[in-house]
Each structure stands twice: as C-alpha cells, then as structure tokens.
C-alpha cells in the first residue's frame, strides 16, 4: 500500500500559527545528497549496526515490503544500499541489543500483517530472522524500555486500533506479551521515558483521530504494567511527540507535532508525570515528525521539523526556556518527507546533520552542518 492515501488522511492543509520576530535564523545545513532507497519510506534510524564508530542507517520502505540497510563511510557517504525483504508494510523499527551479545538487533513493525518482527544483527551490518509475534492490528509505532525492572530490553508498540501492546524481554531476542492497554482514538506514535522521575519507565502515546487528539501519559509500575492513563489535549491529529527537557528545569517535557492545522504543541513537566501546556508555535505545511539536538552548539536545545505536504525541513532554535525563534529556517527535501533523524556520521564531527525519508521520492535526503564559523548571525 503506498502512503499517499495515508498521508492525505492524515494531513490536512490548514493553517499555521508562526509569529514573525526581529530575528534572522541562521544557515546551520546544506543538502549534501539524495539516496535512493525502498519504494515509501516511512521512517530512518540511526546506529553503529558494524562496529566501526560510524553511524549507518536503516529505512523502512512500506511500499516495497523490505528495510534499506546503509554502512556509513564516515563523511556523509554510504555504500549501496542492501535490501532486507520483509512481511507486508513495515512502517516502523528501532535498534536495540535485544540478545545481549553486544550486537545491534532490530524489531520491525508491519503494519500489513499485523506483527512485530525481531532481526537479529552479527555486527557486521548483516541480520537474520528471528521470532515474529502478532500484534493485534497495524502496529505503526515502538518504544524500547525496561519495564519490568528485570535489566531486559522490553517492547511497547502502539496499535492503529486505539491499542497499546506491551511485550516483556526475556534477553535472548524473544518476548512474552504482557498486557493490551485500549485507550482513546488512534494512536500514532509511543515513547518511554521516566516522566515521573521514579526511577521506572513511562509511555507517552499520542492518539491522532479526531475523537481524541492528544498526548496521553501511562505511569510505569515497574512490574511490566500500566497506571490509568492520562490524557492532554494538542493541536489537531497529534503525529509523534519527542520527550526532553525543553526549559533547563531538569524535568521532562513534551513536544508534540500536529498534522492538522500545521502547529506544534508544548507541554511543560513537573517531575510528578503531569504537564502544564506551554505555548504552541507554527510549522511548514503537514508537520508530520520531529527530531532534538542543540544544532547550533549554544547548549539550548532545538528542533527539526519533517513537513510532509510542504515537502521541507524546518530547524527551529531553541530559546532555553521551551520557547524557540521564529520563523525558522527551512530546507528543501525529497518529496514528502515522512521521517528525519539527527546523525553524527563521525566520531569527531562537532555538529550532528540531519537525514530526511522521503515518502513519495522513495529517497533520504542527507544534510551536512556547515561550518559554525560561518554562522555566525546575531540574534535580536
């Protein structure tokens, strides 16, 4: 199934909320490359898959049932892609030493068949199949954390059918289902993180249709389960959320990208698992993923933004305080960028680039950092 029906239901045109200010961004990247990858890409990752300290890269390709796998050279460069086939549709995958050998696995969700998939990396950039467990129905999302305490990576996975599915480590590559949370409308994205500074891992799930729209907070137990959920509402179909902390408090934030209406929505945290909303900003048409890195090396954290229907990036500065410099500076992409990732592809590269999937071009764009001492622009 291509994603061009998908994106269009997903993302409306609508319009942004960006507020103009005495303020010029300055020029952080260049398109160095276009890549061909797998038919649709929908998301990129990013990890060490041989061992030698530069990052390779990993794209799902929807359209042509199969995984790009990328080994990086080190200066931005790849070698030619290889092809991983796979069950229908994979949509999503992270990368995680599942097996405990010291070697990157990956777990793939496809969204057509209805499974999560593990692959298992001998740390030479090559995989083979592991187990295969089913996941109840188009799972489009996945969040490695421990949550049973027990020092296993476990698996949570968000389910287009208004579910969550938590899978249990058992640190050899397998996985025992734990427990099936139904909750809200459609969800679109999960992350784990310690959002009540208990020391546990929490899920943050944003749930994208229209009977919901909003970002909803599990509180980890520690034994593998789930608290009631919490639930706050966001700008229109809600699409991924990044969680960091955005103001210098040393609490963990939100940040969440919506696909309506073309806007981005904050909310602040208080260390307790509850958030207080913080202001929204605009975005490029379609807003769709987001990734955080300080780009500009003044220690305040920033973002770039994927915008699928504008088919652009766009790079935000962080002001420290959850707040960021308008407008923000944008870049060409492939068409239809549905994901993008922050990649240091040295050791000794002082800025991360940035890597774009682009849905319809069936490509990733690669973009450098330019040389800090050529930025050098005050702000106002």
């Known amino acids: 199934m291509c994603l061009r029906l998908s994106a269009c239901l997903l993302l409306l045109v609508g319009t942004g909320c960006t507020r103009s200010e005495s303020h010029q961004a300055p020029d952080l990247f260049y398109l160095y490359k276009t890549v061909e990858v797998g038919k649709n890409p929908t998301s990129v990752v990013t990890g060490d898959l041989n061992g030698d300290r530069i990052a390779d890269l990993i794209t799902t390709n929807i359209g042509s049932d199969s995984l790009s796998v990328l080994i990086g050279i080190g200066d931005g460069n790849f070698r030619d892609p290889v092809t991983i086939r796979m069950p229908e549709q994979p949509r999503a995958v992270v990368l995680h030493d599942f097996n405990e050998d010291g070697k990157l696995d990956m777990a793939v969700a496809t969204a057509g068949n209805n499974r999560v998939t593990i692959l298992l990396g001998d740390g030479t950039g090559q995989f083979t199949r592991g187990d295969s467990y089913p996941a109840v129905r188009s799972p489009v999302s996945l969040a490695v954390g421990d949550f049973n305490h027990d020092r296993k990576a476990d698996l949570a996975v968000a389910l287009r059918n208004d579910k969550l599915l938590v899978l249990l480590g058992r640190g050899d590559g397998s996985f025992l289902q ?50 009631s959920p919490v639930a706050y ?26 696909g309506e209406r073309d806007d981005i929505s904050v909310f602040f945290g208080k260390g307790d698992g509850t958030f207080t909303q913080g202001v929204s900003f605009g975005a490029n048409a379609g807003p769709i993923a987001t990734v955080t890195q300080d780009f500009d090396g003044d220690g305040k954290t920033d973002i770039a933004v994927a915008n699928n229907l504008s088919s652009d990036l ?23 960028p549905f994901a993008v990732t922050a990649v240091s592809f040295a050791p000794q590269d002082p800025r991360p680039g940035l890597v774009t ?14 040389d800090p001492r050529s930025n050098l622009v005050p702000r106002n």
């Open 178 to 227: 734990k427990a099936v949370y139904e909750y809200g409308d459609t969800p679109t994205s999960v992350v784990a993180a310690d959002v009540n500074e208990d020391g546990l891992p929490d899920l943050v799930v944003t749930h994208g249709g229209k009977m919901s729209s909003s970002v909803v907070v599990f509180l980890g137990n520690g034994d593998g389960t789930f608290r």
């Open 233 to 258: 509402k966001t700008g229109h179909s809600p699409l991924n959320v990044s969680v960091l902390d955005l103001n210098g408090d040393r609490h963990l934030d939100l940040l969440v990208v919506n």
């Open 314 to 336: 766009s790079v935000l500065l962080g002001k420290g305080d959850g707040t960021f410099w308008q407008p923000p500076r944008s870049y060409r992409t492939g068409a239809a």
């Open 357 to 370: 999937a682009n849905n319809l071009a069936n490509t990733i764009s690669i973009f450098l950092a330019k």
